[in-house]
């Protein structure tokens, strides 16, 4: 009975620590614009910027997504409880959004350095590092960790069709068409993971050029669901 007991609840832990993790990443085809998105216990998306900002949260309808295919993704309103911090409490995140469900966000605080202040600091049990002041003019301020993903930007000291960008998300990597492609497709996603993308180029056909020729639209890639939107 103890036994049963305990793998029950390390079932449910687990689960917690894995419904909190990043579970969906939307991007465009530049990789310019991209949310990371957390699935919270009551399953609603919290969507976060890689500068450690919640963009908004809600409920996902996928139905509706594949019929308008576009970025950002919509989300109907999330109808459970959400909470936000009181006028009381620190200045840098007084007011944000503090629970949504039985999901607590935290903040970094005006005691902490002054490029983390009003950062996501965690959402349940998923805790956020970012790349500080001292660290390339690239990614400065940006993300460096969520819980157990590692997230990693070209330099400045690369291409400049691929400076500041994702290189890799989690175990997956990310390479895009330098400046130096035909102006329809340089600065767009090449790779992800293994998948290869292709684009009609400026000598293609007027209304195809920069359109996708190869590539997915959605795809699981090492537990993470990615979105290539127009």
Known sequence: MKKSLLILVAC???????????????????????????????NALINVSKEGQL??????????????WMFPPQLDPYMGRVENYSDNEDVNFRGKVKYIGQTMITYYASYDKDELRGKIKSIGATDFVYFESYSDNSFSGNMQRAGNN?????????????KGKFKTIGNTGLSYYPSFEDKAIKGRIKNIGTDNFTYYTSFDRKGYQGAQKSGFQTKFINSIRFQVFP
């Open 55 to 68: 963009v908004g949260y809600g409920m996902e309808n996928l139905q509706r997504q594949n019929l308008h």
């Open 12 to 42: 449910i832990f687990s689960g917690t620590i894995y419904a909190q993790s990043l579970s969906v990443v939307s991007m465009d085809r530049s990789g310019d614009k991209i949310l990371l998105c957390f699935r919270t216990i009551d």
């Open 150 to 162: 590692n997230f990693t930007y070209y330099s400045s000291f690369d291409n400049e069709a691929l």
